[in-house]
C-alpha cells in the first residue's frame, strides 16, 4: 500500500513537473507559441474535414445519423489529443528513440522505464488544441445523439477512451519496436503506423467485408481507434457488453506489445545502438 | 598525476568479452539476394576476456585506437550493454540487472551526446535532474551551489543550451552529471571538439573533484597530453584486450625510451649517427629520434662531433602524444602482418591471461574490431 501511494507520489509529481516544463517550452517565444498552435490546428482540421463534410453533404454515413458521425470524429481527436498530452515528445514515436540510439538516455535515468515513458512526454499544454478540439466535437456530437448521458455511461466513455489510447500505442510499439532490429530503415516507421491509424479512424466500418473488418480489428487495429468504441456507446449493435470489448482488446494489444518491445529491449541490451542522432532527444 | 585513491575496488571486470554480430555484405546482386534468405554472420569480439579493477578515488585514462573497445567498456560498465561473458560489478552492482539502483550513484557524460534541454535554460534541466532523480532539496541546492561555482555556470545559468558555445555546454552537462552526488563518473570523450581553454577548464574542474570529493573517473579520450594531465593510471586497450595498465611514466619508460636529439651544427648536410633516425633537417638544425636504451647520447654526440662542428645540442622526450602513436601504429602493422594469418572476424580464444604482463606494452596480433 506505502508502495503504491509512494509510486503515485513519484507519477504526480514527474507530471506536475513535465507539465511545468511544457508550459515553458510553449511560451518561450510568441512566434514559436503562434507557429505551433497553427499547425496543431491545421492537423486537427485535415483528419476530420473529409468525414465532416460527407457527413454535412448525405446527413450522416451510412447507418451513421450526422451527430453520430461528430461524436465518432470527436472521439478520435480527443484519443488522439490524449496520447499527444500524455506521450508527446516521442514517446508514441517510440521508433524515433530506438532507431536513433536516445533510449540510452532513458536507461540512465534511475527509475523503471515505464515510468519514464508514462512522465517524459507529459505535455498538456503543446496537446492542450488537440485536445480541446476533441473535446468540443464530442460535446457537440453527444448534445445531438440519443445517447444516455448518465454518470455511468460517462464513466464507460472514459474507460473506451482510455482502451483507445492503450490499442494505439500498443500498436505503434510493436510497429515500432522494429527499429530494435533495423534502427536505420525503421527510425520513421511511427510516423507511417501514426498515419495509417489517423487515416483509417474516422471511417464508419459499417458493411465492410468481414475478413477486412477483421484485419483492421487486428493486424491494424484501426477500429478499436473510434469506430468500435464508439457503435458500443451509442448502442448501435444492440448488444450491451460491447461496451467492455475495447478495453479487453486494449489489455491483450498491450501485453503483445510489451512482448515484442521487451524482446526488442533485450536485443538493444545485447547489440547497444550502433548509431546516434541528438534530433529530437531533447527540444 | 596524482590521484586520491583507497584500495577497495570500485569497478570490477572480470573476464569480460562482448561480442558483436555483423551481417557481411555481398558485392554481387544474387550474393546480396542470397544473403536474405541464408545471411553470412561474422562475430566480431569487441571485448575479449578482459580484466579490470579501479579503486575507489582513482581516475583512470582508458585509451585505445579506434575500434578498440572503450566505448563498450564504458557502456558496461554504466548498464547500457550487457557483457556477452565474464562479469561486471560496479560498487558491487550488477549494471544491467539492477539498473535502477546503479545509476542513481553514477554520472555519465558522453562527449557528443548531451542530456540539456535544449530550447529551456540550463536551470531547466537541472530541476529535471532534481525530479527524475528525486535528489532531495538540501543535497540538490547544495550541490548546484557547488556545480555552478566550480564549473562557472553563473553566466549562462539561464540560457538555453542552444545559444552556449560548445564549451559551456559541456560545463553544464558536468554540472548535470554532477548534481546528484555521483561515487563514479564516466566520462567518454568528454573534450572532443574544444578548445584549448576550454578543455583546461573541464579538466582542471575533473582534477578538483576527484582531489576535493574522491570521485572515481573512468575517463576515455584520444588526447593524450590531456589524459595524462588528468590520470595517473593509464589502461590502454586494443583489439578487445588489455595491452598496458599502468602510470604514464611506466609507459613512456617501457613503451619509448624513444628520444628527440637536435644538434646544431652549421653545416646544412646532417652527421650521419649509427642508432639514431633522421627525421628533419633545416637551416643546420638536425633532429633525431632514437633509443636511449640502446645508445647513449654521448655516444651520439662523439659520432656527430667525428663529423660536424656541433654549436649546439638539445634533447627531449617524445610528447606522449607521438609516443602513443608510434605504439598505434606498430599496433596497425602488426594487424596487417596479421591479418594474413588470421581469418577476419573470427573470434579468438582470450589471449590476455597467457600473454598479458601489466605494465608492458604488447603487440597484438589480430585484425581490428569494430563495435563502438
Redesign the interface.
Known sequence: MAASVAGAH?LV??WL?FGR?DA??MI?DLGSFAGYAFSEGLKVLAAIATMLLLSERFDGVGPWTQPQVVFLLGFAVTANGMIDDLFGYNVAYISRRIGRGQL??V??????MPL?LLTEGFSPAAGLPVLGTGLLLLAWGIGGTAAPASPLWFALLALNLGASCVVILAFAYAVGSLAFWAPRAAEEINSSSWSLITQLRAFPLDGVRPALLGGLLSVVPAGFAAWYPCRALLGLDHWRPSVVVTPLAAVAFALVALWIFRTGMAHY????SQR?L?YG??? | MATVASAAPLISLVGVWKTYRQRQRSESFFGQLRSLFRPEIKHVAALRGVDLTVARGEIVAYAGPNGAGKSTTVKLCAGLLAPTRGTVRVMGFDPVKERVRFVSRIGVVFGQRTELYWDLPVASSFEWKRVVWDVPRERYERMRGFVRELLALDDFFHTAPRELSLGQRMRADLGLALLHEPEILFLDEPTLGLDVLAKRNILSCIKDLNRERHLTVLVTSHDMAELEQLAGRIVMIHRGSIAFDGDFGRLRREAAARRVLTLETGGATAPSLNGAELVGSEGGRHEYVFDASRVTIAALLDQAAAQARVLDVETHQLPIDDVIAGIYERWLNDATRGSEDVAAGEVRPPRQQEARVAGQVQVGDGHQQDGE
Open positions: 513519484r509529481r514527474r513537473f516544463l515553458l517550452w518561450r540510452d538516455h536507461l540512465m535515468q534511475p527509475q523503471p519514464t541490451l545485447d547489440t547497444g546516434y541528438s532527444h531533447r527540444r
